[in-house]
C-alpha cells in the first residue's frame, strides 16, 4: 500500500526534475540548483499520493500548479510533466464518478493544458507562431490526449456499471428462480396431500352415520395424510433454514421424496378411491438425487390430478429406466382436462421441472379418452 502510494509522486518528481536540468542557460547550467529543484519537484508531485481517494482535489491542484509554472515563466518543455500526470488523474476520475463530473475535468484539463502552450509561444514569438503548422499539430495532439484519456476513465465506468447491471440482474433472476423451485415444492407436496385429506373427509361425512367403520378408515388416513404433509412440510423447512445464504447450490434434492414413496404414494390415493397400477420396466440402478425427486414429484402430482379431477377409479404409472434416461408415463380413462379451469399451477410445475433437467415433457387429453402426462428425463451428466 505505501509502495503504491508513494510510487506514482516519486516518478513525477524525478520527471520533472529531469524536464527542468534538460532547459540550461548560455553558460550551460540550470537556472535553479539542483537541491532547490529536487524540493520544489517534489512537493509539486505530492497531491499524487491521494489521487485514487481523492481525484477531483487533486486534478484541480495539478492544474493549479501547470498554469502557476506557466505565469512564472517556466517553458513548456519544463513543466510539461504535470500533463501526462494530470490525465491519469482524470482518466481515474471519470472512471471511479459519474459522466458530468469527467466531462467538466476534461473540459478544465483542455482549457488549463492549452492556455500555458499558448501563452508560452505568444511571450516568445509573438501571436504569429500560433499559425506555425508545428504548434498546431502539437496543440491537436495534446487535445486528442486528454480525450482518449476521458474516454479511457469512460469505458472504464461503463464496463463497471454493465458488470453491476449483470450481477443484479442475476442476483434478481436467482432470487426468482428459488422462489419458484420453492412454489413447485409446496404445491407438490401439500396438493396431494391435501386432495385426499378433502376426498376422506368428504367420504367420511356421507357415512358417519351409516357406516361408522367407513368413517373411522376415512378419519385414519385423513390423520396419516396430514402428518405425512406436516412432516414433509417440517423437512423442507429444515432445508431452507440450515441452507447457507451465500451459497451458490440450493438445498440437496436427495433430503426430500424420491420414486422410493411411491408405495406409499399409491397406497393413500387407493384410500382416496383411485386405483393406482405401476409398472417398472428397464434397468432398476440407483437415480441421480434430482432425476429420483423430480420423477416423484411428477407422478405425485399426475396421480393427485387424477384423484382431483378425472372422475375414475384407476390410472397406470410406467416406469421406464434406460442407461440414458428415465421415461415416466402416467394414464387414466377419466375425464381427460385435469384442472381446466381451475387456475392450478400443477402441469406448469412439472414442465419446468423437466425443462431444468434438460428433459421432455407432454401433457393432454388421450384421442381414445383420458389423459396422459409424459416426462423423458436425461440421466446423463445428472448430478448424483
Do not use: K
Not at 112 to 131: D, M, Q
Amino acid at each position: 500500500m505505501v509502495i503504491r502510494r508513494v510510487s506514482a509522486p516519486a516518478a513525477l518528481t524525478v520527471t520533472l526534475v529531469a524536464a527542468c536540468a534538460s532547459v540550461r542557460g548560455p553558460d550551460g547550467r540550470t537556472d535553479v540548483p539542483l537541491p532547490l529543484l529536487l524540493l520544489a519537484a517534489l512537493v509539486l508531485a505530492l497531491p499524487l499520493a491521494w489521487a485514487r481517494e481523492r481525484p477531483q482535489p487533486v486534478l484541480v491542484l495539478l492544474l493549479a500548479e501547470l498554469t502557476a509554472a506557466t505565469a512564472i515563466g517556466l517553458r513548456p518543455q519544463q513543466a510539461w510533466p504535470l500533463l501526462p500526470a494530470a490525465a491519469l488523474v482524470l482518466t481515474h476520475l471519470t472512471a471511479t464518478r459519474d459522466h458530468r463530473d469527467g466531462l467538466v475535468a476534461m473540459g478544465a484539463t483542455l482549457v488549463v493544458g492549452e492556455v500555458p502552450w499558448t501563452a508560452a509561444l505568444v511571450r516568445e514569438g509573438g501571436w504569429g507562431r500560433l499559425l506555425v503548422p508545428g504548434f498546431l499539430g502539437l496543440q491537436i495532439l495534446l487535445a486528442v490526449g486528454i480525450v482518449a484519456a476521458w474516454l479511457a476513465g469512460t469505458s472504464v465506468r461503463q464496463q463497471r456499471q454493465y458488470a453491476e447491471a449483470l450481477r443484479a440482474h442475476e442476483a434478481a433472476r436467482a432470487v426468482t428462480d428459488e422462489r419458484l423451485r420453492i412454489a413447485r415444492e409446496l404445491h407438490d407436496m401439500v396438493a396431494h396431500g391435501i386432495g385426499v385429506i378433502a376426498i376422506q373427509a368428504g367420504a367420511g361425512h356421507r357415512v358417519l352415520r351409516t357406516s361408522p367403520d367407513g368413517a373411522e378408515s376415512a378419519l385414519r388416513t385423513i390423520e396419516d395424510s396430514s402428518r405425512r404433509t406436516l412432516r414433509e412440510l417440517r423437512g423442507m423447512l429444515d432445508i431452507l433454514r440450515s441452507a447457507d445464504a451465500t451459497a451458490d447450490t440450493p438445498p440437496r434434492a436427495d433430503a426430500l421424496a424420491g420414486l422410493g414413496e411411491l408405495d406409499h404414494l399409491t397406497a393413500t390415493t387407493r384410500a382416496a378411491g383411485v386405483e393406482v397400477d405401476v409398472r417398472w420396466r428397464g434397468v432398476r440402478d440407483a437415480l441421480p438425487s434430482t432425476i429420483d425427486h423430480a420423477a416423484f414429484r411428477i407422478v405425485q402430482e399426475s396421480v393427485t390430478n387424477v384423484v382431483r379431477h378425472a372422475g375414475t377409479a384407476r390410472c397406470h404409472v410406467t416406469i421406464d429406466q434406460s442407461p440414458d434416461a428415465l421415461a415416466i408415463e402416467i394414464t387414466d380413462d377419466g375425464r381427460g382436462a385435469p384442472g381446466a379451469g381451475g387456475g392450478g399451477h400443477g402441469i406448469s410445475g412439472m414442465r419446468e421441472r423437466v425443462a431444468l433437467l434438460d428433459g421432455r415433457f407432454s401433457a393432454g387429453p388421450r384421442p381414445g379418452g383420458g389423459f396422459r402426462v409424459h416426462a423423458s428425463l436425461p440421466l446423463t451428466g445428472a448430478a448424483r
